[in-house]
């Protein structure tokens, strides 16, 4: 079992900035790969952004790709953090943290992950 816990949401103004993270523990050698999924009220879930837990390998949904940054802290490697720069009001939403033991399937299929935090809501104004 994978727990993770998400941290760092906010409020902030349209062009600012916000830095999420996502602390993994209990059995992390299981999770092969994490990411990011975010759901905005009365839209679907989507995956934001994945990164491979053992190798600096990211991957980025097109809205957000030159704006966030996915990265493994450097210093514990069961903490991970997603950069979030120059955003919108369209970034409004909860985001949640994910975990998967596989590397089957499309990195944004949410059918392929095991784990999920309990998310963190960022809201952006106009």
């Known amino acids: 079992q994978v727990h993770l816990v998400e941290s760092g949401g906010g409020s902030v103004q349209a062009g600012g900035s916000l830095r999420l993270s996502c602390v993994a523990s209990?059995?992390?050698?299981?999770?092969?790969?994490m990411a990011w999924f975010r759901q905005a009220p009365g839209k679907e879930r989507e995956g934001v952004a994945g990164?491979?837990?053992?190798?600096?390998?990211?991957?980025y949904a097109d809205s957000v790709r030159g704006r966030f940054t996915f990265s493994r802290d450097i210093g514990n490697n069961t903490l991970y953090h997603l950069q979030m720069n120059s955003l919108k009001p369209d970034d409004t939403a909860m985001y949640y943290c994910a975990a998967r033991g596989s590397y089957e399937g499309d990195y944004f299929d949410q059918q392929t992950y095991n784990y999920w935090g309990q998310g963190t809501q960022v809201t952006v104004s106009s």
């Open positions: 990164i491979y837990a053992r190798a600096p390998i990211t991957y």
């Open positions: 209990g059995r992390t050698s299981s999770a092969v790969y």
